[in-house]
Nanobody, 124 residues
Framework: QVQLVESGGGLVQAGDSLRLSCAASGRTFSMYAMGWFRQAPGKERGFVAAVWWSSGSTYYADSVKGRFIISRDSAKKTLYLQMNSLKPEDTAVYYC?????????????????WGQGTQVTVSS
């Protein structure tokens, strides 16, 4: 199994920056990709960004392109999400996820392991 633990969430003002981290442990050698998803109250879980673990290639949702940066440190087994120019609509619980079976990066149903989530609140 793979265990994922997110951290770095908090309360910030619109326009501020925040950096989320996701520490992975367990059978991390089996990971093909990792991603960030978010879910606001009363809304469906949505894709934010993903990275292929071996190459570092990235993919972003249109809503965060140019503002968020996803990256990974293989040696530290840690995933990051640098969030810049935050907007109130970015407010949500952010989840880290790992894919071990070459699933579709934008589909949460194709990820195998999930963290507990970290709250991000952006005030106006």
């Amino acid at each position: 199994q793979v265990q994922l633990v997110e951290s770095g969430g908090g309360l910030v003002q619109a326009g501020d920056s925040l950096r989320l981290s996701c520490a992975a442990s367990g059978r991390t050698f089996s990971m093909y990709a990792m991603g960030w998803f978010r879910q606001a109250p009363g809304k469906e879980r949505g894709f934010v960004a993903a990275v292929w673990w071996s190459s570092g290639s990235t993919y972003y949702a249109d809503s965060v392109k140019g503002r968020f940066i996803i990256s990974r440190d293989s040696a530290k087994k840690t995933l990051y999400l640098q969030m810049n120019s935050l907007k109130p609509e970015d407010t949500a619980v952010y989840y880290c996820a790992a894919d071990t079976t070459y699933g579709r990066l934008t589909s949460g149903d194709d990820y195998d392991y999930w963290g507990q989530g970290t709250q991000v609140t952006v005030s106006s």
